[in-house]
């Protein structure tokens, strides 16, 4: 999930004419990969299910500050297949709908005439 996420980052950054995009996200998420390479196999189950939610947050983090529009929400599927293999169909549903309040509040801090449900 974070490596994918890193690498879309950091590709569209590198891309010419793409939207401007917060780099600080990606930047997590490659940290989260060294990481979880590093320490994931010790990882103790209540921190694994918080890897899904957490994933949502810099997402919907990453949406809210890209400066014009982008198709970036669709990296929300990574995070609920994530939840919906390892933790069932509670987890899937608790996901979906963590997701719907952390885009609800991305499009909500975006200026005037950015956010809305096209986005």
Not at 7 to 20: R, Y
Not at 38 to 58: D, K, Q, S, T
Not at 83 to 94: D, N
Not at 105 to 115: D, F, K, M, R, T
């Amino acid at each position: 999930i974070y490596g994918g996420a890193a690498f879309v980052g950091v590709l569209e950054d590198l891309l010419p004419g793409g939207p401007k995009i917060s780099i600080l996200p990606g930047l997590v998420a490659c940290l989260f990969v060294i990481f979880l390479l590093a320490f994931g196999v010790r990882f103790p189950m209540p921190l694994l299910v918080a890897l899904g939610p957490v994933g949502v947050a810099l997402i919907g983090y990453a949406l809210a500050t890209t400066q014009g529009p982008g198709d970036a929400a669709v990296l929300y599927m990574w995070p609920v297949l994530w939840v919906a293999y390892f933790f069932g169909r509670t987890g899937s549903i608790l996901v979906v709908a963590w997701i719907g309040v952390v885009h609800a509040v991305a499009l909500a801090s975006l200026p005037n005439g950015e956010g809305n449900l096209d986005r």
